[in-house]
C-alpha cells in the first residue's frame, strides 16, 4: 500500500468526491457565534461525504430492491492486519488509552498491542483453543479485553463478550450457565477475583479461568502469563492460515424480543463493514481519528463500529469509564476536558445526559462542538426535543449546527447495513443502503419488511442450523425483522425511516394491526426527555395503552429539586400534565385507534434487571415488561381509576383526584 498517512489509507481520493461536501466552512475555522440567529437557520459544518445515489427496481407486487451506486472497496482479510500496518508505520503511536489509578492516561500503542497480541495468540494455541474451541470475555472495556480479542483474530479462534454484569445480577445464573455451555470455550476472562469466584459455579469443564488484575490472589491463571508467553512461528502459521469467513467473534443479540443468541461476525463482515463505514464518512479520515467512547463491547457497536474504525485507520481511542446515568456522566465530563474527540457516538440516553452539562458550562462546549466533526447515535429514536437543545448548544458555541448522523442495522449484519450521512430535518432516519449492500423492501401494509443481502450479513447463530436456516428468505436475503417506510416514494435518496420491530406488532380486537414502534417513537417524540422509555400495550384488547417509564433525574430537573421518590413523582400534576399533552397531541394527530395511545399509566422507578425488563444490553424488553406488569395491565384495561391518564379527555380533574 506504500508509506502513506495510516489514517487516510483504504479510503478513496478525496478529490473524487469534492462535489459530495455539505456546504459552508469547516467545523474547525473560527467563526464568531451570532448569539441572534435561530439554530434551526444557522447553517451545517461542511463534511467530505459519500454518494446518496442509490439503484432501484420494482417487482410487479410492489416489491423494491435498492443498492448504493458505488461500488464497494477493497478490505482487509481480517482487521488485525490493520494493526500490523499500523505497528510497522508508526509503532509508537497510541492505540488504546485508560485511566489508571492515579487518574492518568495509559497507553496502549500498537507497536505494544501487536507483540502482546502474538503472545496471547500463542498461549490460545498452547491452549488447543480454535474455531470450535472459543474464548469466553466477561470483561469490561480493559486493556486486556482488547488484546484477548485481537489475539483470538489473529490465530482464528472465534472470540465471545458475554455483558459482565450477569456475573451480579441475582437471578442471572441460569442465563449464564446456559451461555457458556453454548459457547464450550476452551478460555474465560473476568475482570477480578470478585468476578473469578461468582463464574466459578457456572465454568464450563476444562475451561481456563483467566483474571484480568489480582491474579495472585487466586488460584486462577493471571492474564500477565498469557503475555509473558514466548511467540513462535506457529502464531504466523496460524494467522496465514485464517480466512475471510473464519469466526472472528460470537456477538449475542439483546434479547429484547426473545432469547439472546450468538450471532456468527465472520472477518469478512467486520471488515467490509468498515470499508463501507469509511466510504459513506470519509471525513474520519482527513485527520487522525481520537475518539472518548463508551460503548460496551460485549455491544455490536462497540465491539465492531468503535474498535473496528480505529483499527481501520490507525487511530487512537480513550476509553471512557463514565457511563450515560446519574454520577457515571460527571466521569464522562471529566474525559471530554482532556480529550478532544473528533466524532463523538453514542445513543440517545448518552447525549441526554451529556446536554445539561454542555449547556452549563460555554467553554466545555465549545471545546466539545469546535472539535467533533459529528454526533452519532443508533440504538434508539433520537426525541426531536433533545436534537434541539443540541443545535442550540452548538450554534452557541460554534455558530454552526452539528452534523447529527444515525445508522441503522442489527447485530446480525455487523452491526450497519444503512446510513444517514446527510443533513435531515428529522430524528431516527435509517438511511439508504451503504456500498455493497443490497435491501430488499417487501410490501407490509403501508410500510416494507427488510430484508438485506451483502458481504456483512451473517451465516447464522452460533450452533443453532435450524435458527440460522430461518434467517434467509427464497433468495438468501437476511429478514431482518423489521419495517421501514419511504421518506418520498418518489425521490428513493431521500432515505428510509425506521418503523419498528414486527415482532412487537399485535391486534387489537378490531382486528387492526399497531405498529408498536412507530407508535412508540411518536408518543417519546411528543412527551420528550420526561419519559425514559415505553412499553405499549393492548393485544386482544379494544386500544393500545402504555406503561411510561418516567426519568426521574430529568423529571427532578424540571421540577427543580435535587430528587424525587417513584411514587411522588407518579401522582405529581405537572409531570402527569405534560404526559397528559403528549398523549392528547398524538390523538389530535393520529386519531384512529391503532395509532394513539388511548391509556397510560406513570411508572417512577427503572425497569428492573431482576425481574426481565431489561436486556443484556440495557435496553428494555418489551416481553419482559408485559410479563412482570400484567396487575398493572390489567389495571390499565379496567375502569378508569385516578393513576390512569387518558388521551382526549380533560385532566385537570384526573390530575387533581390523583394528588387528592
Known amino acids: 500500500m506504500g508509506e502513506i498517512p495510516v489514517f487516510a489509507s483504504l479510503v478513496p481520493d478525496p478529490r473524487a468526491r469534492r462535489d459530495r461536501f455539505w456546504h459552508h466552512r469547516d467545523v474547525h475555522e473560527h467563526q464568531s457565534p451570532s448569539p441572534m440567529t435561530p439554530a434551526t437557520e444557522a447553517p451545517f459544518a461542511s463534511l467530505r461525504v459519500g454518494s446518496r445515489t442509490v439503484r432501484t427496481a420494482r417487482a410487479k407486487d410492489g416489491t423494491v430492491v435498492m443498492a448504493s451506486a458505488e461500488p464497494l472497496g477493497p478490505f482487509p482479510l481480517k482487521m488485525t492486519d490493520r494493526l500490523h500496518e499500523t505497528a510497522r508505520i508508526s509503532p509508537e503511536r497510541p492505540f488504546l488509552k485508560t485511566r489508571d489509578p492515579a487518574g492518568?492516561?495509559?497507553?496502549?500503542?500498537?507497536?505494544?498491542?501487536?507483540?502482546?497480541?502474538?503472545?496471547?495468540?500463542?498461549?490460545?494455541?498452547?491452549?488447543?483453543?480454535?474455531?470450535?474451541?472459543?474464548?469466553?470475555?466477561?470483561?469490561?472495556?480493559?486493556?486486556?479485553?482488547?488484546?484477548?480479542?485481537?489475539?483470538?483474530?489473529?490465530?482464528?479462534?472465534?472470540?465471545?463478550?458475554?455483558?459482565?454484569?450477569?456475573?451480579?445480577?441475582?437471578?442471572?445464573?441460569?442465563?449464564?450457565?446456559?451461555?457458556?455451555?453454548?459457547?464450550?470455550?476452551?478460555?474465560?476472562?473476568?475482570?477480578?477475583?470478585?468476578?473469578?469466584?461468582?463464574?466459578?459455579?457456572?465454568?464450563?469443564?476444562?475451561?481456563?479461568?483467566?483474571?484480568?488484575?489480582?491474579?495472585?490472589?487466586?488460584?486462577?491463571?493471571?492474564?500477565?502469563?498469557?503475555?509473558?508467553?514466548?511467540?513462535?512461528?506457529?502464531?504466523?502459521?496460524?494467522?496465514?492460515?485464517?480466512?475471510?469467513?473464519?469466526?472472528?467473534?460470537?456477538?449475542?443479540?439483546?434479547?429484547?424480543?426473545?432469547?439472546?443468541?450468538?450471532?456468527?461476525?465472520?472477518?469478512?463482515?467486520?471488515?467490509?463493514?468498515?470499508?463501507?463505514?469509511?466510504?459513506?464518512?470519509?471525513?474520519?479520515?482527513?485527520?487522525?481519528?481520537?475518539?472518548?467512547?463508551?460503548?460496551?463491547?460485549?455491544?455490536?457497536?462497540?465491539?465492531?463500529?468503535?474498535?473496528?474504525?480505529?483499527?481501520?485507520?490507525?487511530?487512537?481511542?480513550?476509553?471512557?469509564?463514565?457511563?450515560?446515568?446519574?454520577?457515571?456522566?460527571?466521569?464522562?465530563?471529566?474525559?471530554?476536558?482532556?480529550?478532544?474527540?473528533?466524532?463523538?457516538?453514542?445513543?440517545?440516553?448518552?447525549?441526554?445526559?451529556?446536554?445539561?452539562?454542555?449547556?452549563?458550562?460555554?467553554?466545555?462546549?465549545?471545546?466539545?462542538?469546535?472539535?467533533?466533526?459529528?454526533?452519532?447515535?443508533?440504538?434508539?429514536?433520537?426525541?426531536?426535543?433533545?436534537?434541539?437543545?443540541?443545535?442550540?448548544?452548538?450554534?452557541?458555541?460554534?455558530?454552526?449546527?452539528v452534523p447529527i448522523l444515525s445508522a441503522y442495522g442489527a447485530t446480525e449484519t455487523a452491526p450497519f447495513a444503512l446510513v444517514q450521512n446527510w443533513p435531515a430535518n428529522r430524528t431516527g432516519l435509517a438511511g439508504l443502503p451503504l456500498p455493497g449492500v443490497d435491501l430488499k423492501l417487501v410490501p407490509k401494509g403501508d410500510k416494507y419488511e427488510a430484508r438485506v443481502r451483502g458481504p456483512i450479513v451473517t451465516p447464522g447463530y452460533w450452533r443453532a442450523p435450524e435458527m440460522s436456516a430461518a434467517l434467509f428468505d427464497e433468495e438468501g436475503y437476511l429478514c431482518l425483522g423489521d419495517t421501514l417506510s419511504m421518506v418520498d416514494p418518489q425521490r428513493p435518496d431521500a432515505g428510509l425511516a425506521f418503523e419498528g420491530r414486527i415482532a412487537e406488532d399485535f391486534k387489537l380486537t378490531s382486528g387492526t394491526w399497531v405498529n408498536v414502534g412507530g407508535l412508540r417513537d411518536a408518543f417519546l417524540r411528543e412527551a420528550g426527555l420526561l419519559v425514559a422509555d415505553v412499553v405499549i400495550t393492548g393485544e386482544g384488547r379494544d386500544m393500545p395503552g402504555a406503561l411510561v417509564f418516567l426519568s426521574p433525574v430529568d423529571c427532578a430537573r424540571h421540577l427543580g429539586v435535587d430528587a424525587i421518590d417513584a411514587q411522588a413523582l407518579e401522582r405529581h400534576p405537572a409531570i402527569r400534565a405534560i404526559v397528559a399533552e403528549a398523549l392528547d397531541a398524538l390523538a389530535q394527530r393520529a386519531p384512529a385507534s391503532s395509532t394513539h395511545i388511548a391509556r397510560a399509566l406513570l411508572i417512577g422507578s427503572p425497569p428492573s434487571a431482576a425481574q426481565g425488563e431489561i436486556t443484556d444490553k440495557g435496553s428494555i424488553s418489551q416481553k419482559g415488561v408485559l410479563r412482570a406488569r400484567a396487575p398493572l395491565i390489567e389495571m390499565l384495561y379496567g375502569p378508569p381509576a385516578s393513576p390512569i391518564l387518558q388521551a382526549g379527555k380533560t385532566q385537570t380533574e384526573d390530575i387533581q383526584n390523583s394528588v387528592g
Open 104 to 401: 492518568g492516561w495509559r497507553s496502549v500503542t500498537y507497536g505494544e498491542a501487536q507483540r502482546a497480541m502474538a503472545a496471547v495468540g500463542q498461549a490460545l494455541l498452547d491452549r488447543g483453543l480454535g474455531p470450535e474451541r472459543p474464548v469466553a470475555i466477561l470483561s469490561g472495556n480493559t486493556p486486556e479485553h482488547a488484546l484477548l480479542m485481537l489475539a483470538c483474530t489473529e490465530v482464528g479462534v472465534p472470540a465471545a463478550p458475554v455483558n459482565p454484569a450477569l456475573l451480579h445480577y441475582r437471578d442471572a445464573g441460569p442465563r449464564l450457565s446456559g451461555l457458556l455451555a453454548l459457547l464450550s470455550p476452551g478460555l474465560v476472562l473476568v475482570d477480578d477475583p470478585d468476578q473469578a469466584e461468582r463464574i466459578l459455579p457456572h465454568l464450563p469443564d476444562g475451561a481456563d479461568l483467566v483474571v484480568a488484575k489480582g491474579a495472585e490472589a487466586t488460584a486462577h491463571t493471571g492474564f500477565s502469563a498469557l503475555l509473558e508467553t514466548r511467540a513462535t512461528a506457529e502464531v504466523a502459521r496460524a494467522a496465514a492460515a485464517v480466512t475471510p469467513d473464519a469466526v472472528a467473534k460470537l456477538l449475542f443479540t439483546s434479547g429484547s424480543t426473545g432469547s439472546p443468541k450468538a450471532v456468527v461476525v465472520t472477518n469478512r463482515m467486520w471488515c467490509a463493514n468498515q470499508q463501507m463505514l469509511l466510504q459513506a464518512l470519509p471525513f474520519l479520515a482527513d485527520r487522525p481519528l481520537e475518539l472518548l467512547d463508551w460503548l460496551p463491547w460485549h455491544h455490536a457497536s462497540g465491539a465492531n463500529v468503535i474498535l473496528g474504525l480505529v483499527l481501520q485507520l490507525g487511530g487512537t481511542l480513550y476509553v471512557d469509564d463514565g457511563r450515560p446515568v446519574p454520577g457515571g456522566i460527571d466521569r464522562t465530563v471529566r474525559n471530554l476536558r482532556d480529550v478532544a474527540p473528533s466524532a463523538y457516538f453514542s445513543v440517545p440516553r448518552g447525549f441526554a445526559e451529556l446536554m445539561p452539562h454542555l449547556e452549563a458550562d460555554p467553554g466545555l462546549a465549545r471545546r466539545f462542538f469546535g472539535s467533533v466533526s459529528m454526533l452519532f447515535y443508533s440504538g434508539a429514536g433520537m426525541p426531536g426535543e433533545l436534537e434541539r437543545r443540541i443545535q442550540r448548544t452548538a450554534v452557541a458555541a460554534t455558530g454552526l449546527r
